[in-house]
């Protein structure tokens, strides 16, 4: 293993070495967005280009990972890889530095890849949720992904933090699905991926942050181990200002289009949300028990 931002010669060795790169580290957490804003640049934006420069130099195909969040505040009902407009916030509002990043680099590898002959796809996930993708420890500081940040509360009997009444739309996608397409795109059959640009989501799968809660709620009052765990405590309404700090601002909805990967690698998603929801939940709680970390509490 070795540390993107220390140990450089040993990155351009191993991409020296490798047929394709997919560089998978950055800071994808929205409260990182507005707490430290310069680390995500540094992070996100620069060390990546330094790696997508290096996949110019040796000749290397590189599987970038974009994000839906690119599309920012798009008020299309689909977002469409190849014609839907990137709409940001003003720049007082921090939270739209990691799309920016992220959208920056998709036009400097699209760039490379006309005027340099670069091999690329890049890839974009929409609200990947199931087992190992973070922590509960992760969660406590605010780092995780929205559904193990519920899960948390669940765990240790606090209210569930509806931000700005849990109204906002996503469309959550299960992690096997992800990653079947996504080894797809390294597949790359007959090349239909190169210079292209797919959207990783279940567009079946839209929820209100309030829906996920509810649904969480309901698996988990019925979970065979739920008698370890303190009783349910609640929602609770949170502004997304006290949250998240001055710098954030929220986006409605945002609901992909697969077209892209249903005519480039022949994909389509499998797994309903409530099948992701059991799994992921299921997961944390046993996860919670074996730690030691979370105290369990037997009900009568």
Known sequence: EGDISIHREWIEY?????????????????IEYTRNPLRVFELDFEENLRVVRYCVKYGKRIIF????????????????EDHSRLILGPIRMQRWIYSCCKQLLDRVIWAYGQQQALKFTLFRPFNWVGPRLDSLTSARIGSS???????????????????????????????????????????????AC????????NPENEASIRQLAELLVKEFERHPLRSKFPPFAG?????????????????????????????????????????SVRETLDFFLREALRSGEFEACEQA
């Open 65 to 80: 990972p974009s994000t839906s969040e690119v599309y920012g505040m798009c008020d299309e009902e689909n977002f469409d």
């Open 14 to 30: 191993h991409i020296r070495k490798c047929d394709i790169i997919i560089p998978l580290v950055a800071i994808a957490t929205p």
């Open 194 to 201: 190169d210079g292209q640009i797919i959207n990783i989501g």
């Open 145 to 191: 992904r929205a559904i193990t940040q519920l899960i948390l509360n669940l765990v240790e009997g606090t209210p569930i933090q509806l931000i700005d009444s849990g109204n906002q739309k996503r469309c959550f996608t299960d992690v096997s699905d992800g990653v079947e397409c996504l080894y797809r795109i390294i597949e790359n059959r007959k090349k």
């Open 235 to 275: 929602f609770r309404e949170v502004e997304s200002r006290s949250y998240y700090g001055e710098g954030y601002q929220d986006v409605e909805h945002r609901k992909p289009s697969i077209r892209n990967a249903g005519r480039l690698v022949g994909w389509k998603p499998a797994i309903g949300l409530e099948q």
